[in-house]
């Protein structure tokens, strides 16, 4: 039965990390040093690890947060850790969909890797097995046919007597210093050589080998370039350890490949089971704001785009816009801190979208901005259901912040509407909102 490797086996072992107690600075300053955009964080007194990325370090001085500071001030992605003896395949079980990659550590704990999906995927791909396996996984043969370099090319003719491994090894001193192949046999006949001659004027010199370590890869790539019919395995010490041809090369693999298809059934398809979830939840990633849960941007403005198309082609009904943004919410921000300002957007979100009808698309535009394209909905309506969710948002007692109120601004479609228009209106009907007194719903007209 074919294993899959080892986390050990596919991480990176050069794994730039800095310890929580350090300062952002600090943090920068290793990146710049070493050329990366991420670095691991260590967290002390805990056994676990997060992940400091470029675009963490960009929001933080958007934020003007100073990077004096401690980075166990500051939030980051966690990163999920795997004993570095495990399969692969509990890397795949282990793996966090939105943190996509994972910490390799011993059995104290201490940090010995990172894996990325890629590398995780990559590991069990058939092709990525020829790239990762050494030559010496599928050596088939040790016996090699030795001559010595004053031996008679008559003799060393004789000993070609095998079809398969039809070549010989000529050593001087115990150490090899040429090869006779059938196509050497073959030029020395054509041109009527004496035979009784030392194999030495006729041998092919030098010989030309692969370590034993070489990739599988590496080594087909070898034989295609240079033509030959096979390889010569040396091992560290330069010592001709066996021979194996290309035929066999990719006969041997592709059984060991189908033997682990055959005896590792259960794992594929478990295997396969994990990517097609994890595919999926990709796509939905892909339309999903990280920090709120809800529909980004892009959705957003796909969905608009296609609820504006509907109604044009069908020319009846109609639609509505809200655009909402949170009152002082920089105050927030000041006086709690950001990630006491990111709990509070959160929390709001979950509370208009657990009041929404499921037609509804709701999604952050930006900062504290946030949209909903309400279908079917005339702009009296839209602002009954709003004035709704304005009473709700500040009826509420958001942990930590206590009381916070929001203030709105609707749009309704009307014919010769594009997105940019029917948003435009939205939006000054919100800052017209502010302009009034905030907590409060306006229309445009």
């Keep these: ?141 040790t016996h090699i046919k030795q001559a010595f370099v004053l031996t008679p090319a008559s003799e060393v003719a004789r000993m070609m007597d095998s079809i398969l491994y039809d070549c010989v090894i000529v050593d001087e001193d115990e150490s090899p210093v040429g090869i006779v192949t059938t196509k050497d046999i073959i030029q020395m006949l054509g041109n009527d050589a004496d035979l009784a001659k030392p194999i030495s004027e006729y041998m092919s010199s030098p010989i030309q080998t692969v370590r034993y370590d070489t990739s599988i890869k590496e080594a087909l790539d070898f034989i295609q370039k240079k033509h030959f019919k096979r390889l010569i395995v040396e091992n560290y010490d330069g010592k001709i350890i ?103 957007l959160r929390d709001m979100a979950r509370l208009i979208e657990k009041n929404l009808r499921s037609t509804d698309t709701f999604a952050r535009w930006g900062g504290e901005e946030l949209v909903i394209v309400m279908p079917l909905t005339s702009l009296e309506q839209a602002w009954e259901v709003t004035e709704k969710f304005r009473k709700i948002i500040s009826d509420e007692q958001f942990y930590v912040v206590g009381n916070i109120t929001c203030s709105f601004g609707i749009s309704e479609f009307k014919k010769g509407d594009n997105t940019q228009s029917l948003i435009l209106r939205a939006d000054q009907a919100m800052y017209k909102a502010k302009t009034n007194g905030r907590n409060r719903v306006e229309v445009a007209e």
């Excluded at 682990?260 to 979830?277: C, G, P, V």
Aim: aromatic share 8%.
């Design 1 to 141: 039965m074919v294993e899959f490797p080892k986390v050990s086996d596919i991480s990176t072992k050069d794994v730039l990390y800095i310890e929580d107690s350090k300062t952002i600075q600090d943090a920068i300053g290793l990146m710049h040093e070493n050329g990366h955009r991420d670095i691991v964080i260590n967290i002390q007194g805990k056994r676990e690890f997060g992940l400091l990325k470029i675009n963490d370090i960009v929001r933080l001085k958007l934020q003007d947060i100073d990077f004096s500071q401690q980075i166990k001030t500051i939030k980051y992605d966690m990163v999920p850790s795997i004993n570095d003896r495990e399969s692969v395949l509990e890397c795949l079980k282990e793996i966090d969909c939105v943190n996509n990659c994972l910490c390799a550590v011993d059995d104290e704990h201490n940090l010995t890797g990172f894996i990325s999906y890629y590398d995780i995927v990559s590991s069990i791909d058939p092709q990525m097995m020829l790239e990762r396996r050494p030559i010496s996984e599928i050596l088939l043969s």
């Design 242 to 344: 066996g021979q194996i041809t290309q035929e066999e090369i990719v006969a041997k693999v592709y059984s060991r490949w189908a033997e682990s298809m055959r005896d590792n059934d259960t794992q594929l398809r478990e295997i396969n089971k994990l990517l097609t979830a994890r595919a999926t939840k990709y796509e939905e990633l892909s339309t999903i704001d990280n920090l709120t849960g809800i529909f980004n941007r892009s959705k957003f403005e796909l969905e608009l785009r296609n609820e504006i198309k509907r109604i044009e082609r069908y020319e009846t009904d109609t639609f509505s816009l809200v655009f909402l943004d949170i009152d002082h919410f920089k105050n927030i921000n000041d006086k709690y801190g950001h990630l006491e300002g990111d709990n509070t």
